[in-house]
């Protein structure tokens, strides 16, 4: 009895106090290292994103990560906003007419139905983007453009199929040769679409993203339509798998690199899964667009009437 009361107060001491809500101070430093770890641009799936953090943050779940986030987050502004108060002076009306001007309602004065309100419409927007579909993924895509493949296929355990959630891609322009980098989504239509002026020729570049599924019969992971640029390498990117077990779709943890071996677990019946590859194949099998411009490269004062891409 001695021996394990012993051990349940070094574990009270290890963990230390916790606060109204049930959370030690190292768990607090937890969630906030998993929440700068995996941002929002990290995945589609809002849920996805909570139970990866989750997974960093012992003994808590998604929902409850979640909202101790928005619960700091709230307390953080509201200590900013109390020493924006503290510096602001507020000085009393000195004569009558003073008190009347101040009583007449000539100032901007804000309620916190007001401020309800907006919450509301923040918490429309997370809904809406939380129930949006994901990207469809062709059937049959047209072979064109530049195709990206895995080759040397090291262990595909518990995947169904394994397809792009973020693409980080490096590319060279075709007028000055100069490099640049552009990540596109695997998951969201608007964002597998990306431009940027070429640093060297001020040239405008841009990239399209057309995914596909890679299966044991199938090691093409995708397409990639140009404008006057080439793909010369697939930078640490983030891959998306769809459990063996039970059809739900992970997002791996870990970036997908040459010769490394992601593993995780499913989040909805918790089947070990790994996924790696010894190299990666870029083949462009038709030419990039030129572009309207016919090469040369259309400059930062051509506005949208020489976007390529519109």
């Keep these: 009895k001695a021996a394990a009361a012993a051990a349940a107060a070094a574990t009270v001491e290890d963990d230390g106090e916790r606060d109204a809500h049930g959370w030690t101070a190292k768990q607090r430093q937890q969630l906030r290292d998993a929440v700068a770890k995996y941002p929002e641009t990290w995945s589609h799936s809002r849920k996805a994103r909570w139970e990866v953090i989750a997974s960093e943050v012992a003994g808590k779940d998604a929902r409850g990560c979640e909202e101790a986030f928005a619960r700091i987050e709230a307390e953080k502004e509201a200590v900013a906003k109390g020493k924006r108060e503290a510096k602001t002076e507020v000085k009393a ?20 139905m007001g401020d309800g309100a907006d919450d509301d419409d923040e918490e429309e927007e997370d809904d809406e983007r939380e129930e949006r579909p994901r ?9 064109k453009g530049t195709e990206i493949r895995l080759e040397g296929i090291r262990e595909m355990l518990g995947c169904a199929t394994v397809q792009v959630e973020l693409l980080n891609l490096q ?58 640029c080439t793909v010369t390498d697939m930078l640490p990117s983030v891959l998306m798998s769809v459990c063996e077990s039970c059809g739900a779709e992970i997002v791996h943890k870990q970036e997908f690199m040459r010769n490394r071996i992601n593993t995780g677990a499913c989040f909805q019946c918790h089947a070990k899964y790994a996924f790696g590859a010894e190299a990666i194949r870029i083949q462009q099998i038709t030419a990039c667009d030129q572009g309207k411009s016919g090469g040369s490269g259309g400059s930062r004062s051509g506005g949208a009437a020489d976007d390529p891409m519109d």
Aim: with cysteine; proline share 3%; glycine share 6%.
């Design 93 to 112: 009306p000195t004569s009558f007419e003073d008190d009347l001007d101040w009583m007449s309602g000539d100032g901007d004065w804000s309620t916190s």
């Design 135 to 143: 990207m469809a993924i062709e059937a049959e895509p047209e072979h």
């Design 171 to 228: 590319l060279c322009c075709i007028g000055c040769r100069s490099t640049t980098r552009l990540y596109l989504s695997g998951a969201d239509e608007d964002a597998s679409d990306a431009k940027t002026w070429c640093e060297g020729c001020s040239g405008l570049i841009a990239v399209h993203l057309r995914p596909t599924l890679l299966h044991t019969a199938n090691h093409r992971l995708c397409y990639i339509d140009c404008v006057r």
